[in-house]
């Protein structure tokens, strides 16, 4: 049985890759992707829980996340497309009308 | 602690995998390798699914992220396809210390939570054995009696192999206990639907559906009758 402080130490890995590449990246879809590797991380600590609990719950929960994961990722996408059609560019810097 | 066993060796291969996988999706800098980098990190996750027991939602994972949500990115990629490179690059990263900064001050982050949390883990979490049978005193006694008759019978005859006895039991407490978020998420996944056609609409499309602000309207005409007739 492997011990559950691996996969935790794993997903906190893949939720920190997440987190820096949400920071360090600048084109907005790739930001998006980032945060479907956050979600996924959570997911992963989610379902160990579960199993080592031996209680199905956390499944119950992962499988909401991943639904506002899909609605999350619909919207989004949508988003992307209308500032695409407005300004040409994705860089979310260049993003900035709401800026002071 | 080095483990033995085919459970620790898949465990390995599927945490590594995932692991490189996820850097290379943060480090690429064409948005379509990272897709495919998030595409098998996402594999990779769905694998360590199934050797936590979870098959249903390794299930879910690759037909929801894999078939579904990687399919729109790439499909959104392939639609805005200018601009898919980051500008500059690796070099540029320098010239940014607010974000370097505060990467480096998560990954610190990360690294003192891992210690802390590895010593607590070790002392509080004891694995719990998940035979099949491990949960019998917490059900009831009629589903005991039910589990105890099925355990008696060959698997063909349950109807239900021992892979998919998760599946069984996820679907049960999900109509059991989950049915109020059950049908918020379909309402929400409804209201996402609706959304991102009413988002994602041209203004050609909009103006067809006597959907603009007259001002708008104006302005478009006005483009018409000088720039493209």
Known sequence: MIPLSWYLTLSAVLFTLGVVGVITKRNAISMFMCIELMLNAVNLTFVSFSSYFGDVTGQLFVFIVMTVAAAEAAVGLGIIIAIFRNRETLDVDDASILKL | ?229
């Open chain 2, 1 to 229: 602690m080095i483990l033995s066993g085919w459970e620790s060796f898949f465990f390995w291969v599927f945490a590594f995998s995932a692991v490189i996988a996820a850097l290379l999706t943060v480090m690429a800098s064409n948005a379509v390798h990272s897709a495919l980098f998030l595409i098998s990190t996402l594999v990779s996750v769905a694998a360590l699914f199934v050797l936590l027991g979870a098959e249903f939602i390794a299930g879910v994972q690759v037909l929801v992220y894999v078939g579904g949500v990687m399919v729109l990115f790439l499909f959104v990629i392939m639609l805005v396809n200018v601009g898919t490179e980051e500008r500059g690059g690796g070099e540029e990263l320098y010239n940014r210390p607010a974000q370097v900064g505060a990467s480096l001050f998560f990954c610190v982050l990360l690294f003192v939570g891992l210690i802390s949390a590895v010593n607590l883990s070790s002392a509080h979490f004891r694995a719990q054995p998940t035979t099949p049978g491990q949960s019998i005193e917490q059900m009831s006694a009629e589903q005991a009696l039910v589990r105890e008759t099925e355990q008696g019978m060959v698997a063909s005859a349950t109807g239900t192999s021992k892979i998919s006895s998760d599946t069984e039991r996820v679907g049960a407490s999900l109509y059991r206990y989950g049915g109020l978020p059950f049908e918020i998420a379909s309402v929400l996944l409804l209201v996402a639907i609706v959304g991102s056609v009413l988002l994602a609409r041209t203004a050609k499309q909009e103006a067809a559906a006597d959907d603009l602000a007259p001002e708008t309207r104006a302005e478009l005409s006005g483009d018409e009758a000088l720039g493209i007739k």
